[in-house]
């Protein structure tokens, strides 16, 4: 089997399909791509990904982007475990519930705050808008109460009591905030007792992919 991971690890699904591999125990073919450089803009990868984006495979000459897709191929081709992606339809059925429901319920909001708080004038050096800050704060404040209450308030994990690749795709999703000075798990307590859980089933690969998060969420902090 020859299997090639094109990707960041700024990128949150990146983060979780290197995870997800690493996790998976597949010898799979590192290939980095340099988004603050605009490798994805190159003719190069646009031969690889017309959507210009990450993550991508190729598997065996195959390529397929977006993660969640990436994800039930890599389950039907049995190269991740069947209990991270289950086979039962019902269970299966509560996973994609939730990778259809995080693009915009969790992800947009989450990843739109960082932009404009944290991103935004890094790129463009440049100080915050303080109303344009606020008001995206409060859309991923709306979503993180959702996914604190509806989904992490009945079960242990996203879906059940069983982890599997809904709890990495939240977990990578809500790091994102923490480089813009946010921690969702300082103002939500079910957010609080699972993400640690998640963090350990998934190490040491989890902190291997965040270990460039965790030195800018660091390096903001001793600012402060």
């Given amino acids: 089997m020859s299997l090639k991971l094109y990707y960041d690890l700024m990128s949150q699904p990146s983060r979780a399909m290197y995870i997800l591999l690493k996790t998976s125990k597949c010898n799979f073919e590192s290939k980095l791509v340099n988004l603050r450089q605009g490798e994805h803009y190159t003719e190069e990868y646009e031969a690889i990904n017309r959507f210009k984006k990450v993550p991508?495979?190729?598997?065996?000459?195959?390529?397929?982007?977006?993660?969640?897709?990436?994800?039930k191929y890599l389950s039907r081709e049995n190269i991740i475990p069947r209990i991270l992606y289950p086979e039962d339809s019902k269970s299966q059925a509560r996973v994609d519930e939730y990778l259809e429901w995080q693009h915009i319920g969790l992800r947009l909001h989450c990843s739109m705050f960082f932009r404009v708080a944290?991103?935004?004038?890094?790129?463009?050096?440049?100080?915050?808008?303080p109303k344009q800050v606020q008001s995206y704060k409060k859309r991923m404040l709306n979503a993180l109460e959702e996914f604190n209450s509806l989904w992490l308030g009945h079960n242990e994990f996203v879906t059940g009591n069983t982890i599997n690749v809904a709890d990495l795709f939240a977990a990578v999703e809500l790091e994102q905030p923490r480089m813009a000075g946010f921690d969702p798990a300082e103002k939500y307590p079910n957010i609080a007792t699972w993400w640690p859980k998640v963090r350990q089933?998934?190490?040491?690969?989890?902190?291997?992919?965040?270990?460039?998060?965790?030195?800018?969420?660091?390096?903001?902090?001793?600012?402060?």
């Fill in 56 to 71: 991508v495979i190729d598997h065996n000459g195959f390529l397929l982007s977006e993660s969640v897709a990436i994800v």
């Fill in 118 to 129: 944290y991103l935004n004038p890094v790129f463009f050096d440049t100080t915050p808008d």
């Fill in 201 to 224: 089933h998934f190490n040491p690969y989890y902190d291997e992919a965040h270990v460039i998060l965790n030195k800018i969420v660091k390096k903001n902090v001793s600012k402060l």
